[in-house]
């Protein structure tokens, strides 16, 4: 099966250039987002700016607090898909971005140590005292 690109590095430019081509700014993305409330960062951001953020750092800038903040932030839940008038995909797009971020550096690299003091903490949650003994 053949999509028409012939690496991953082209397809990613070309759907940057589709997504920047096609977003109007108007953040129903950032609005429909669940997830804003939980970044400190984007939380009472204004909406257009978080999405002008994004889109510098698709292509290589640092963007802003607040679109790095939604950045790190997104789950991939869908909901803005669903709320882009512009069939943009915010979803992909916020993916892209955090990859372009990797990158450049716009967003720190995670410290493997916080993540997995993280999943510890949720692993105590549903584990038994035993389990805990065993596992942890």
């Avoid at 109007?24 to 999405?51: L, Q, T």
């Avoid at 607090?65 to 789950?75: D, L, S």
């Avoid at 797009?93 to 690299?109: V, Y």
């Amino acid at each position: 099966m053949t999509t028409g690109h012939a690496n991953l590095s082209e397809l990613r430019e070309s759907e940057t250039a589709r997504m920047l081509a096609a977003c109007s700014e108007c953040g129903a993305c950032f609005d429909a987002c669940p997830m804003v409330p939980y970044a400190p960062d984007a939380r009472g951001a204004e909406k257009s700016e978080a999405v002008r953020g994004v889109l510098d750092v698709l292509t290589g800038g640092q963007g802003n607090a607040a679109a790095r903040g939604w950045i790190a932030a997104c789950t991939r839940s869908g909901s803005c898909n669903e709320a882009c008038p512009e069939a943009v995909n915010p979803m992909l797009m916020l993916r892209l971005a955090k990859w372009r971020a990797s990158e450049t550096g716009a967003l720190p690299k995670r410290d493997s140590a916080e993540v997995m003091s993280r999943v510890k903490v949720f692993a105590r949650l549903s584990f038994t005292e035993e389990e805990q003994r065993d596992w942890l």
